[in-house]
């Protein structure tokens, strides 16, 4: 569920920068951040920059903050202010650059780290090392220049572990899991302070599935500081992946786990929202729906303008069955957000809560959920199901219509089916009044019970209600047997099993078909006709209609 851009999950902070008369409370800043307690560290660099805003090096580190905590524009002013407190710095220029590229900007993020890189002083690699975790951090990766300056940062000082760090990242991010691994690895021996390093070897473990290993990993971590937020973090991430696909009992038990370590990870760094964000997204995986709720009601009271507290809010109202609530959350997390970031479910969401409150408006909110993800119109299917179930046809048949638009499935016959079916009845239930205007509702039975047939020639009830759609189009005054064809291919459907047809579950629509056909050629093929009332008069020897038209047919057979 996190959606957080990969360039503001990585950062960019995780080395040493040149000292100054601030160094030991740079150096604490830098510390809260590499343990994701980014309220102290915010608090730490403001406090800085007030006592000594000349100093470049503060801004950039609390621009960094911010960029890992999902604030681009404070982000952009901070690298801003700093590039004015010393513009012949390299390093605001090199923040300035990753907002270009977070801002698919290439061409001006380019032109600001060649500009930081040419600012560097000699014997400081530090520039090199930023520009290239910029560049391996962004979303469209330039995995190229970032190993160009690592490998002038390398040549610079072949013992700094920070530089074996970021060679890390560029070989993960590039899939080359071997080398990823030997680089953490030869950057924690070079700095067993780097508790970093190994918290990468454990997620690279992750990644090929090897969770006893990873979680080992964690745990090395934890014995060496018990106090260190991000291993329990992992640990939670490792646990959920853990179940998915294990068999129930232990499914659930990973996910406690899970749960169990991001409570851990919450006490040990500071309570941030932008920590309590991501214990809220493992709520949702868990579907604690009452703990999402609750976890978000206290974030918004912590800070109400992260808007992604406002999809929580959302989908666990929704879940918990506070529909109105959930409809107003979305709508406030729709309102404060770039559309482009947000994803289908927040429209599934929306349109599924609307649903609840009979807001038309729902249907367009799950047609864009379709448009942003269509393997969730599946979802619909089982929603329409229910509509036609409480006899809402109308809303099941929009329902089914919206669940076809989805992937081919095993159920997408039968969704066609559905969405004729629920139409058909929409129609049949109106008053006689209400008919005249409502014959769009047969046309779309119609085409989708066609699509039926198509995808399965031998799907008889689709002939059938194709015929009993057909004859409400008919000229009532003057019918064509639009409706015969059809009755008339649901009967040799049926037919091509004999049993069928004295099977006593299709006796009434046997026995409307060939009344149906018989009707229609009374006048004009008595023969045939009587071929018909016959086969209704072997089913149901008392029938009435055919009974009494085979009398005014002369009585004979």
Known sequence: MELIKKALQAGLIAGVVSTSAFAQNIADAKKAIDAEQYQQAKSILKKLIAA??????????????????????????????????????????????????????????????????????????DPYIYAAKALIASEKPDYTTAQTYLEKAKSMDEKDAEVYLALGDLYRGQQKHGEAYGAYRTAFELDKNLLRAKIELGVLNRMTKAFKESTDEFNSVLAIN?????????????NLRWSFGAPEAEKNARLQAAVDNYKKYLDNTDRSVD???????????????????QEAQEMVKQDNSNPKIYRYLGISAYENGNYPASVQALKDFMSKVEPRRTIAW???????????????????????????????????????????????????????ALAVQGPTTSHTV?????????????????????????????????????????????YALAYLYRARV?????????????AVPYFEKYVEVLSAKPENLTDPKNKRDLTDAYNNIAGFYLQSNPGKAKEYLNKTLSLDPANSYAADAMKALGGSK
């Open 52 to 125: 000594q805003p000349a100093a470049p090096e503060n801004y950039f580190f609390l621009g960094n903050v911010y960029l890992k905590t999902d604030y681009v524009d404070s982000a952009k002013v901070v690298f801003t202010k700093g590039v004015t407190a010393d513009g012949k710095d390299a390093f605001n220029y090199i923040g300035l650059g990753a907002i270009d590229l977070i801002n698919n900007n290439a061409a001006a993020a380019k032109g600001n780290f060649e500009k930081a890189v040419s600012l560097a002083p000699k014997k400081d690699n």
């Open 346 to 400: 927040d429209y599934a969401y929306l349109g599924k809560a609307q649903l609840k409150t009979g807001d038309p408006e729902a249907y367009t909110n799950l047609s864009k959920a379709i448009d942003k993800d269509s393997t969730l119109a599946e979802e619909f299917s089982t929603l329409g199901a229910a509509a036609f179930k409480d006899k809402k046809y109308g809303d099941a048949a929009k329902l089914y």
């Open 226 to 238: 018990p106090k260190y937020g991000p291993a329990y973090r992992e640990l939670a991430e490792t």
């Open 275 to 293: 920590s309590r964000v991501r214990y809220a997204d493992l709520l949702v995986y868990k579907g604690d729906w009452k703990a999402l709720e």
């Open 414 to 458: 039968t969704d066609y089916f559905y969405v004729g079916y629920s139409n058909y009845f929409d129609y049949v239930g109106k008053a006689p009044a209400e008919k005249a205007a409502a014959k769009d509702l047969l046309v779309q039975a119609d085409s989708a019970f066609s699509k039926v047939n198509t995808l399965a020639p031998t």
């Open 470 to 482: 057909n004859r409400y189009l008919d000229n009532e005054k003057n019918p064509k047997g639009l």
